[in-house]
């Protein structure tokens, strides 16, 4: 039997829902809960993947005249997270932002985001990713990031500010989770004495994310004063180089062949008082489709690896090195027929029944031996002799690990050491070494790496 106290709050509990259901339904943006308005290009069954639901239970729970043509700016109730208050908003998570650091910023507890988000592994997240995160309005705060030599009540003392205001304003257990290389936020009205406000989230930028796969990558960091940038990106070390304009840059190829997926980037400042800070981010990589040739055949010893492996790292401890000295200003065609090519960079192929395991790493320029070869920008010769696959060959470097190579030549003009200006004739087009034919092959390597030569040829990377 039940208790007659029981009784009573069982009545009282239906009596609450039959005037709940009995109500017209609150206009949808007053509903309480998660919500979402829709922005255009939506869909239904995009909106309930994005949250983990279904149609079904969207439709449910929302009057929705034509679920066919859902109005932006129509607010949903997102079902399964009645207890949440608030609208989800759409955001990327901009590029060297961490997760911790995005929340603080965005004042989203982190628990809220990763239920929202459903994220269970924050270090598979990438630069660009949407995010969904429940707005609240931004507090005037200044971003603070914690380099290597601040502890806690050092960094509290010299902000002017109480020493728990830092855990408290950021969501941390306590002073002790302040650690090197985060960012943290403090409210503006708060801080009376900001020391170097150095803000390197927001000054480092990429030319491009995703990645790609046989491009040049551009890093350029603005604001970092005097500090001194080394970083890694994936495997490769990253080399910084002052621009004109007052920024750090470095250029990385990035393999043709590299396995699509995300690639960890970490860059860490030096101050000149040797406290340091690194920002660590994870960016994606795209496959490029370059087109497949038709398959070659060619004289067994072009493709022995015991003679190609060896020639393919000669050149690539060739361009390793990134001197200091940016020697290059404009890059011009290498041809004297700048825009006609009998092969493109990138091109997937086999040799003698091979699987498509191989692919080409350089322009082809239509030529012939009657044709020169010209230097496609200033630079010092490091290379100039006979090869077995590249034929008679000549690699130039640029400064900062940027390189040119020019292969298959039946003339070679300059010797190692030559300083070269761009347009110099250096030689003679020609058909040695792995050829079906008489052309000029011209590759570049940044970093080691062969890229595209396109966009150098395009003068993308002519302004430094
Ligand atoms: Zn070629």
């Known amino acids: 039997m039940k208790s007659p106290l029981l009784s009573r709050m069982l009545r009282v509990l239906i009596v609450a829902a039959l005037i709940t259901l009995s109500l017209p339904r609150p206009a949808l943006a007053q ?27 969207l ?13 932006p700016g129509t607010v949903l109730v997102i079902p399964g997270f009645e207890d949440v208050q608030g609208e989800a908003i759409a955001v990327t998570l901009p590029a060297f932002e961490s997760l911790d650091t995005f929340n603080r910023r965005t004042r989203v507890p982190e628990q809220l985001m990763n239920r929202l988000d459903f994220i269970t592994n924050p270090d ?33 003392v010299r902000q002017g500010v109480n020493p728990f205001l830092p855990a408290e304003f950021n969501d941390l257990n306590g002073s002790w989770d302040l650690l090197p290389n985060d960012t943290i936020f403090l409210p503006s ?30 890093l350029r960091a603005t604001g970092m004063g005097s500090a001194a940038l080394t970083g890694t990106l994936g495997a490769y070390p ?17 393999e043709r062949m590299l396995e699509p997926g995300l690639l960890p980037l970490v860059v860490t400042l030096t101050n000149p008082d040797g406290t340091t800070f690194s920002i660590q981010h994870t960016l994606r990589l795209r496959e490029q489709d370059y087109g497949t040739d038709v398959p070659f055949q060619v004289a067994d010893e072009y493709i022995d690896p ?10 690539r401890d060739l361009t390793l090195p990134a001197p200091a000295e940016r020697l290059w200003d404009k890059f011009v065609a290498p041809d004297p027929y700048p825009d006609l090519f009998t092969s493109t960079f990138g091109r997937l192929r086999s040799y003698n029944g091979s699987t498509y395991s191989y692919f080409h790493a350089g322009l082809d320029f239509v030529g012939s031996p009657a044709d020169p070869a010209y230097a496609a920008a200033n630079g010092t010769v490091v290379f100039a002799g ?24 039946s003339e070679i003009d300059v010797a190692v050491g030559d300083y070269v200006e761009a347009g110099r004739k250096i030689g003679m087009v020609g058909a040695t070494g792995r050829v079906t034919g008489p052309h000029l092959h011209f590759e570049m390597l940044v970093g080691g790496v062969q890229v595209d030569p396109t966009e150098w040829l395009q003068n993308m990377y002519d302004a430094y």
């Not at 990645?211 to 990558?217: A, E, Y």
């Open 31 to 57: 509903t309480s809960g998660l919500t979402y308005a829709v922005k255009s290009g939506d869909t239904l069954s995009f909106i309930a993947a994005s949250f983990h639901t279904t149609v079904t239970r």
């Open 59 to 71: 439709l449910l729970v929302n009057s929705v005249p034509d679920p066919n043509n859902v109005q």
């Open 124 to 156: 598979a997240l990438y630069a660009g990713q949407p995010y969904y995160v429940i707005y609240k309005e931004e507090l005037p705060q200044v971003e603070i990031p914690i380099t290597s030599g601040i502890a806690d009540f050092e960094f509290a």
């Open 189 to 218: 009205d708060q801080v009376t004495s900001v020391f170097t406000p150095i803000s390197p989230l927001s000054s480092l930028n990429i030319d491009q994310t995703p990645l790609r796969q046989g491009k040049t990558t551009e």
């Open 238 to 254: 990253l080399h910084f180089f002052p621009a004109s304009d007052g920024s750090q840059v470095a250029l990385q190829g990035i």
């Open 306 to 315: 015991a003679i190609t492996t060896p020639e393919f790292n000669q050149i």
């Open 386 to 409: 006979a090869l077995t696959v590249r034929g008679n060959a000549i690699v130039i470097s640029h400064g900062w690990g940027v390189y040119s190579g020019y292969w298959h030549l």
